[in-house]
């Protein structure tokens, strides 16, 4: 009967495995330099730093590379708040972190979104617009 | 069946009260001597500033309340906002009592200026006359900070381009120093919290 208790084991440690956040890198770098601002669930700040989890993600999804290089400095609206706050530039992070860090974010809270390479990353950076 | 309950109700009782209420009384930051028999604590030094709203706010103005002070700047990318999340926390856990209010200085002397702070204010529903954002000149930021137990200066190597701790200082109404809390960690946020209400019950 010992076989089917390791069988057993065996099943619940993959369930475990695959309920696992894939995006290691990308959550601990999201910790690290973005949940100070838009808070470790995604939420935001009330006025002050927008949140990541809402629809209004994706408007900003083509210039993810760029924004974390470059910074943000716009008024935005997101949730009908409008941000004016600027986002300083993240320029220690390189392709593959913030590759890492989209898709730990889209993982998360944006599902429906495809995930990001670090060569589309660089394409990104190669046409942001500042 | 009486004789037994009664003992065993009054050590229950005793054993409540004991967890319960921690009935050491807050003390006196800093130090303190005594000067013909009577005790003299550390006073923060009486200090004037503009707030958000152009006010002046000062150590005078403040007399007779209690407040909560901390340094931030307003482009701050690490430890503020979770620190200003705590205090807004704190804000809101004492809705009720105008005789708390919160004094946050920036040290970015250069960025946050009335305008900003005020902007700064309004994203965050911060209420005037009752937290006051004000900016710090150059050279009174050590001065300031040490003055209110804490550490603040200027350094081209941290992120934001100044260093300063998430300390959240608790001033009794004569400006004694009498709690502190690290703003970065909500365990700590709720002890000062406690002892926020010890100071309350000194106070009423």
């Not at chain 2, 807050?26 to 500033?49: A, C, H, I, N, R």
């Not at chain 2, 709203?53 to 901390?70: E, K, L």
Request: proline share 6%; charged share 20%; hydrophobic share 35%.
């Amino acid at each position: 009967m010992k076989w089917i208790n390791f069988i057993f084991l065996i099943l619940l440690l993959t369930a475990c495995g695959c309920q696992q956040n894939p995006y290691q890198q990308g959550e601990r770098l999201y910790s690290l330099h973005c949940a100070n601002c838009h808070m470790a669930d995604g939420k935001g700040l009330m006025s002050l730093y927008p949140p990541l989890n809402t629809p209004e993600f994706q408007d900003y999804a083509d210039q993810f590379s760029c924004i974390i290089r470059q910074g943000l400095s716009d008024t935005i609206t997101v949730v009908q708040k409008e941000f004016i706050f600027p986002m300083p530039a993240i320029p220690e992070l390189n392709n593959v972190e913030i590759s890492n860090i989209y898709n730990y974010i889209r993982h998360t809270w944006q599902p429906h979104l495809a995930p990001k390479t670090a060569i589309q990353v660089q394409s990104e950076l190669d046409n942001c617009t500042k | 069946m009486r004789e037994i309950d009664l003992p065993a109700i009054l050590l229950l009782l005793l054993l409540f009260l004991g967890c319960g209420s921690d009935n050491n009384p807050l003390p006196y930051l800093g130090e303190s001597e005594e000067v013909d028999g009577k005790m003299q604590y550390y006073t923060v030094p009486p200090w004037e500033f503009i707030d958000q709203d152009s006010n002046t706010v000062s150590s005078q103005t403040m007399s007779g309340n209690a407040y909560i002070a901390d340094f931030f700047f307003t482009s701050c990318p690490t430890i503020c906002p979770k620190v200003k999340t705590q205090m807004l926390r704190l804000r809101d856990k004492f809705q009720d009592r105008e005789d708390l209010k919160f004094l946050s200085m920036s040290v970015d002397y250069r960025k946050d200026s009335v305008p900003v702070l005020k902007r700064y204010s309004e994203k965050l529903d911060i209420q005037s006359g009752t937290w006051h954002l004000v900016q710090l000149k150059k050279e009174e930021i050590n001065a300031v900070a040490n003055q209110f137990f804490n550490v603040a200066f200027e350094d081209d190597s941290a992120p934001g381009g100044f260093d300063h701790s998430g300390r959240l200082i608790l001033i009794d109404g004569q400006g004694h120093i009498r709690s502190y809390g690290d703003g970065t960690d909500p365990e700590s946020v709720d002890k000062l919290a406690g002892d926020i209400r010890k100071l309350f019950h000194e106070m009423d």
